[in-house]
């Protein structure tokens, strides 16, 4: 099954296109143990989700612990449910090569978030893997994103400028061969992501900054789907996972991610 065929397969059987950010912060969680916050997230959830998606960062950032907490993670998500890594990874082919074969070999993850700036040759080792998928920054949440995904780009003889993260949306749909290619674009900036999806019609859209970030969620889900409403994969991460800091920070995480799945299911509805 290809990332995309276990992705829809997810959306269609939970009716969702909400996917939640296993980010964990020990200075905001209930309990100290960290795979078991994210199991009971997890269990809490996996009926109302297309997909999870951890950051690396979190669990790089305690060692070996760490490590071993997103480990046990991964091995709690249902495996009709993706797992996309946020490792942002991008790098010369051949140290790509490597990051390419961690995440989908050793780690076995179904998509990774990866970096276009170094171009083609960078991206090429996550693409040559089919059944996987790899989420190209396009136009990022951050406000510092425009530094340079804004900057206005020469296209061709003829033709007028455009700005960079066009550019890398129209360079996705090239390097789309194995249909395996999706783009990152954050909701804080819902009139880039109209035009991105007019670009890509039909690729997967990765869609942060919904909620702490200050994200629409209605025009996340209208303009980041594609013609039949779908493919618009919309992340909730803090919103989510510290709905509650005490006991029930399970049960409260639940209720949060149900009125997200149908606040999108009703968008998609009206779009």
Request: net charge negative; aromatic share 8%; glycine share 8%.
């Amino acid at each position: 099954m290809t990332f995309l065929e276990k992705l829809e397969t997810a959306a269609r059987v939970n009716g969702s296109w909400l996917c939640v950010g296993l980010d964990p912060d020990p200075s905001l969680m209930p309990i100290p143990d960290v795979a078991a916050f994210n199991t009971a997230i997890i269990e809490a959830t996996a009926d109302l989700v297309c997909a999870y998606k951890p950051n690396i960062a979190f669990y790089e950032a305690m060692g070996k612990d760490g490590m071993a907490a997103l480990e046990k993670t991964a091995a709690a998500v249902p495996s009709h449910i993706p797992i996309i890594i946020d490792a942002k990874r991008g790098d010369i082919g051949n140290t790509a090569r490597a990051y390419a074969r961690a995440l989908f070999e050793t780690w076995g993850f179904d998509a990774a978030t990866v970096s276009p700036y170094l171009g083609y040759d960078s991206l090429e080792p996550f693409l040559a893997y089919p059944e996987k998928a790899a989420f190209i920054l396009c136009r990022t949440s951050n406000p510092g994103g425009s530094d340079l995904q804004n900057l206005l780009c020469s296209g061709p003889e003829g033709e007028p400028e455009r700005p960079l993260y066009q550019v890398v949306a129209s360079k996705a749909n090239e390097w789309n061969r194995l249909g395996n290619v999706g783009l990152v674009v954050g909701a804080p900036y819902p009139d880039e992501l109209r035009q991105v999806r007019a670009i890509c019609p039909d690729l997967p859209i990765l869609i942060p900054g919904v909620g702490a970030q200050g994200g629409d969620l209605e025009l996340s889900a209208k303009y980041g789907s594609n013609e039949r409403g779908e493919r618009a994969i919309i992340n909730s991460s803090r919103q989510v996972l510290y709905a509650s800091g005490g006991a029930d920070y399970a049960d409260a995480a639940r209720a949060v991610a149900r009125k997200l799945r149908d606040d999108i299911s009703q968008a998609l509805s009206t779009r």
